[in-house]
């Protein structure tokens, strides 16, 4: 997703959930199964789930100052609730709740 389509979605969805990976990053493909058990659960039905290729998407790479992977960022109403690198399951639900209450 290049940054203007994504910049329009943060504006756009109510509750946003972005999960930023590399097709060579170990920790994105061991998290991919969990952030994915997270997009088919009912309680974060309201929730919109991005993913973003940051080696496919420089520009937003440098835009969110990414230099950790994976990345994952939430927003509420167009506005950031927290943004890290973790590889933390329980971490990266928090977040998914977060934006989704």
């Known amino acids: 997703m290049k940054l ?7 504006k756009s969805q109510p509750r946003l ?7 060579w990053c170990g920790v ?3 998290l991919a199964p969990h952030v994915n058990s997270l997009k088919a659960d009912e309680a974060l039905s309201d929730v ?10 420089l520009d ?11 990345y994952f960022a939430g927003f509420k109403d167009g506005k950031l609730i927290e943004e890290f690198a973790t590889a933390k399951k329980d971490k ?10």
């Open 92 to 101: 990266v639900s928090e977040l998914a709740q977060a934006c989704a209450s």
């Open 17 to 23: 959930f972005i999960r930023f990976h590399a097709s």
């Open 28 to 30: 994105c493909k061991l």
């Open 60 to 70: 937003v790479k440098q835009a969110f100052k990414i230099n950790d992977l994976p």
């Open 4 to 10: 203007p389509d994504l910049i329009d979605q943060i």
């Open 48 to 57: 919109t789930f991005i993913d973003v290729d940051v080696e496919e998407h």
